[in-house]
Structure formats: structure tokens, C-alpha cells
């Protein structure tokens, strides 16, 4: 494998798994319509994200920051999908 691959393999796998949150109401745990750290800590990657997720910075997730945070890694799964379709290049690599 070349190691120029390594990275885009690590991205879909950070991609793969934060994708897999679950939903909102699965989350908080306690049901105060909020994710906190503690809560946050049951999925690794969300926790790694929790901070830039709550852009309160109140220390809970409520349910527009979380649906932001699946908002974009959909995004970012579909950018992917497109791009392997396309032989793994961006759009700007084309030309």
C-alpha cells in the first residue's frame, strides 16, 4: 500500500465511524435535551469532536449543534463517495 493512501484510509475510517453516532434522543442518556461530556464519552469520536460541536460553549450539545455535526459528516461521506466514483481524485485533480 503506498503511503499516500494512508491518510485518505484513516479519513474514511474517522468518516465510517463518526457517521455512526446514532440519533440525538439515543444519546441523551438523562433525556434534558442535551448531550453532555459524560453522555458524549459513549461514542470516542463524538467526544473528540464535543468542543468544536458546541458552539455555545455552554458544555452540552443540544439538538441543532448535534444535527450540525451529522449535517456535515454527511456531507463529507457523500464528497467521498463521489470522489472513489471519480477514481479517488478531486474535481480540481481533473483538469
Keep these: 500500500m503506498s503511503s499516500s493512501r494512508i491518510p485518505t484510509l484513516l479519513?474514511?475510517?474517522?468518516?465510517?465511524?463518526?457517521?455512526?453516532?446514532?440519533s440525538f434522543q439515543d444519546l441523551d442518556v438523562d433525556n434534558?435535551?442535551?448531550?453532555?461530556?459524560?453522555?458524549?464519552?459513549?461514542?470516542?469520536?463524538?467526544?473528540?469532536m464535543f468542543e468544536t460541536a458546541d458552539d455555545n460553549n455552554d458544555g452540552v450539545l443540544d439538538q441543532d449543534e448535534f444535527?450540525?455535526?451529522?449535517?456535515?459528516?454527511?456531507?463529507?461521506?457523500r464528497?467521498?463517495?463521489?470522489?472513489?466514483r471519480s477514481g479517488g481524485r478531486a474535481e480540481s485533480d481533473q483538469h
Design 79 to 84: 464528497e467521498d463517495a463521489s470522489q472513489r
Design 32 to 48: 434534558d435535551g442535551g448531550i453532555n461530556r459524560e453522555e458524549a464519552g459513549v461514542s470516542g469520536r463524538l467526544m473528540e
Design 11 to 22: 479519513f474514511l475510517l474517522l468518516i465510517s465511524s463518526c457517521a455512526s453516532l446514532g
Design 67 to 77: 444535527a450540525d455535526v451529522k449535517t456535515i459528516l454527511e456531507r463529507y461521506r
